[in-house]
């Protein structure tokens, strides 16, 4: 599609934050819904995905756009199921999935993953169960419940925005400690691929391998930049 708009801009009214093209509002590409964001940082990466595209848009670069239409589209008519969707991840939390204490994996994972679970248990006041092996063990009922509740005070855009980080670190212990101030968004990333990064010192990267962990990464990482902006 040729760029159709010259002008890119934000305004501010009654509902919130808008990117505009040539002073006209933008919807949603799903349910056609207004476009507001809560917070003018938010809608400035809104603007500058629009600005950036040269005479051809590419649909691709759209990230920021895309996960305001999953926020307003999808979460916000359906946030209960958007939470429960998000505590599917604690259920399983790559983070308590150990290695046998034997293997010399388990000793990587207790070095990356056991501060950020400790920290997750003390910042929400939560026990998670840690497990050897793959076989599934359910969290506590108490530790779930704590955890819907921390989830429900948020704004649809940050749960959109932990939807993403909590698929892309399978965990939602990465994704509850992206939403930090003093947040290390690489260092969560790569906790959330030990086990992937482990196999690749072993046995070698192959170069889709790396391309995959590149963009997974990007993905990560932008995520992390619109939770911040939507909650600035």
């Not at 476009?35 to 603007?47: E, H, I, R, W």
């Not at 003390?122 to 779930?144: C, D, F, K, N, Y």
């Not at 590149?214 to 902006?229: D, G, N, W």
């Amino acid at each position: 599609m040729k760029r159709f708009y010259r002008d890119v801009t934000i305004a501010q009214d009654e509902s919130g934050w808008r990117a505009l093209l040539d002073e006209r509002p933008i919807r949603t590409q799903g349910l056609s819904t207004p476009q507001t964001v809560p917070t003018k940082a938010a809608a400035k990466l809104l603007a500058e995905e629009w600005q950036s595209q040269g005479e051809e848009i590419d649909a691709r670069s759209f990230f920021h756009r895309d996960l305001a239409d999953f926020a307003l589209d999808m979460v916000r008519p359906e946030r209960a199921a958007t939470i429960d969707q998000l505590l599917d991840y604690a259920g399983t939390d790559t983070l308590c999935y150990r290695a046998d204490p034997g293997e010399l994996l388990f000793q990587r994972q207790q070095d990356m993953w056991e501060p950020l679970v400790n920290a997750c248990e003390a910042r929400h006041a939560i026990r998670l169960e840690r497990v050897s092996g793959i076989i599934h063990h359910a969290q506590p009922s108490t530790t779930i419940a704590t955890l819907r509740e921390r989830l429900e005070g948020e704004d649809d855009f940050t749960l959109a925005a932990s939807v993403t980080l909590a698929s892309l670190a399978a965990s939602l212990v990465v994704a509850l400690a992206v939403l930090e101030e003093d947040a290390d968004i690489p260092a969560l990333f790569a906790a959330g691929n030990a086990e992937e990064d482990w196999q690749a010192e072993l046995w070698g990267w192959d170069s889709l391998a790396q391309e995959d962990r590149i963009a997974r990464l990007t993905a990560f990482e932008k995520a992390a930049v619109f939770a911040r902006a939507v909650r600035a």
